[in-house]
């Protein structure tokens, strides 16, 4: 390895600063900026656990409302060593959790106590199963005028597709997405992860966050619809707009379109990406690999150029990296300023000292004792942080306390116990 490329002197101003920096005006009295926000969470599977969690990181109150006796968080596998699903523990941290079944007689008399103490409702059933069960949002406004429930769906609350049930794969299909993903010869595929659920319950917290900032401003509380497929298609860079105006569009797997190089090239040891898309990177990357003249050459000049010259640029930046390591590759250009990134596994990324230094992996407590390194919060705030403050609460493990909340009485609890509409 070329030591003198190990590292690439620092531009003025650019200096890292370290955590103790950042927070250096931190307060520590308060779990996040959402303290004294209380939030209901209705919801199941993935994209509204995932808007609930968000706000309970941020600091919010939030109460889940499951079925008692709740199996969904048995899903597999478990986190070594724990006896606990990573599904459970991933999207229910810092919640507490009230078992009580909208179903049964008396439940939703409960439900509506509980509404009548929170600024947010979040629920992801299919449109309607909360007006049938009697706690939909004319049901809550009449208890909490300014209450703000939001709403997760496949197709959202109105148009013709608002009754299906939509499920991440489907709407990944439903969006134009999947016909786009996987090698340009092959089949669609799917994403490894639940995109479409993470995306709609993203969109599902700024949906709340401004429906809050409006009531703050009027006092009025409202309805927020946020559809799996909008989500989607709302992330999905425009394609949406070129796909209404006829653009043919093509799957180009791990390449761009519009930038050439770019994508993954073979090492002696793993594969790393490789993106340049200004021709003054190409000119020093023409360098770097000893091809100097192929700075200004005939289709390598622009990015124009090398993009009707696809197959030939790729090769010779394939011939370069096939002989060097990924670390090598990377480091040197990363020394010359080119984008470069080893193709890492997740186990890989726990372990690195820049997602450990951002607190992205965090050692936490669970409902048993037991510790498991959770995903630690994305968003960063220098005078409130945020962290991940506990584990996943059993289902209705804080059932008494919240009832305690609200003012049900023993009679009234004996009741609902008799009926199983609380555990």
Known sequence: MDTDLRSAPTPPGSEARDAAGFYADARHDLPGPLHGVRVLDVTKVWSGPVASCVLADLGADVLRVEMPGNREGLMPPEIPGTGLSWFRQSVHRNKRSIGLDLRRPGAAEVFLRLVATADVVV??????????????????????????????????????????????PTTQAAAGWMALNGEPAGAPLKSPTFLADDLAGLHAVIGALAALRHRDQTGEGQHVDVSMLDALLFSSNGYLTLGATGVPLRRWGDQADFVVPAGCFRCADGHVYVAVPLDRSWRRLAEVIGRPELARAPGYATNEERRGNREAVNAVVADWCAERGCAEVVETLDANGITAERVRTFAEAATDPQVHARAMVQETVLSNGSTAPLTGPAVKFSRTPTAVRSGAPEPGADTERILDEVFVDAATRERLRAQRAIG
Do not use: H, I
């Open 123 to 168: 629920e992801n059933y299919k449109p309607g199963t909360l007006d049938a069960w009697g706690v939909g949002y004319q049901a809550c406004r009449a208890v909490r005028p300014d209450v703000v429930l939001v709403s997760v769906s496949g197709y959202g609350q109105f148009g013709p597709d608002a009754g299906r049930p939509g499920y991440d």
